[in-house]
């Protein structure tokens, strides 16, 4: 990674043209050997639990694989889920390159954890395009800081990966929406590692086309 960040993709010339003229090839590296390291120590081991033990869903809520939740409060205490976030939303506004980078490095270290920071990021994404100011301020900070994190309820029994054939309605009503539908695989929809989650739900206006 260091090679192709330092060779294929000019990361210091990206840096130079992007603005970011104290962010350089040896600060990526220095990034990436301490992901590794979080990786190595604390990840890895933890994938071999996820296979054997899998979630545990209750009555009313869902119970995350053991030693998940210690694992993400180091990861977001060390601020891991701001990296890419832009400094008015209190994140690290490093490259997005470097993200993908070290997004890389948690997936290859265990997915069923890393889908979990990657959800957050997406939703964080979304919001920070879309979102008025005043839900920025109220959403982006606690995800950032790892406080909540974030879903994108997308597919549809029927639907599939065909985002145009999806069902949900989103029908305005006054600074809200009403949502009508139903969805399904949602990705770290329900753990107890954070007192709040975000869920983004795709749902289409009453005066879209129909595809």
Same mark, same amino acid.
């Given at each position: 990674m ?6 294929v993709?000019?990361?210091? @010339? ?9 962010? +350089? ?5 220095t ?11 604390? /990840?890895?081991?933890? +994938?071999?639990? %996820?296979?054997?033990? #899998?979630? *545990? ?5 869902? *119970?995350? +694989?053991?030693g998940?939740?210690?694992?993400y409060r180091?990861?977001? +205490?060390? #601020? ?13 506004? /490093? ?9 890389e490095?948690? !997936? ?9 920071p990657?959800?957050?990021? @997406?939703?964080?994404?979304?919001? =920070? !395009? ?14 950032? $800081? #790892?406080?909540?994190t =974030? &879903?994108?309820?997308? &597919?549809?029994?029927?639907? %599939?990966?065909? /985002? $145009?054939?999806?069902? $949900? *309605? $989103?029908?305005p ?7 009508? %539908?139903? *969805?399904?695989?949602? &990705?770290w929809?329900? !753990?107890?590692? &954070?007192?709040?989650?975000? !869920?983004?739900v ?10």
């Amino acid at each position: 990674m260091d090679f192709v960040l330092r060779k294929v993709v000019d990361f210091d @010339g990206l840096c130079t043209v992007a603005g970011h003229d104290e962010i +350089n090839a040896d600060l990526a590296e220095t990034i990436l050997a301490e992901a590794g390291r979080l990786s190595s120590e604390v /990840l890895v081991p933890l +994938n071999r639990v %996820g296979d054997r033990e #899998g979630a *545990k869903m209750g009555a009313q809520s869902v *119970k995350e +694989n053991s030693g998940f939740k210690d694992a993400y409060r180091q990861f977001a +205490n060390a #601020g891991w889920l701001s990296l890419t976030v832009a400094e008015d939303f209190w994140g690290q506004n /490093l490259p997005n390159c470097l993200g993908t980078a070290v997004n890389e490095i948690w !997936h290859s270290a265990n997915m069923a954890f890393a889908l979990c920071p990657m959800l957050s990021q @997406g939703a964080m994404k979304a919001i =920070g !395009h879309h979102a008025s100011d005043a839900l920025k301020a109220l959403y982006l900070r606690k995800m950032a $800081a #790892g406080e909540w994190t =974030g &879903t994108m309820n997308i &597919t549809e029994a029927d639907a %599939g990966s065909d /985002l $145009a054939a999806i069902k $949900a *309605k $989103a029908k305005p009503s006054g600074e809200h929406y009403l949502i009508t %539908g139903q *969805k399904m695989f949602i &990705t770290w929809g329900d !753990h107890g590692m &954070t007192d709040n989650i975000v !869920h983004l739900v795709l749902a289409r206006l009453p005066d879209v086309p129909p595809v």
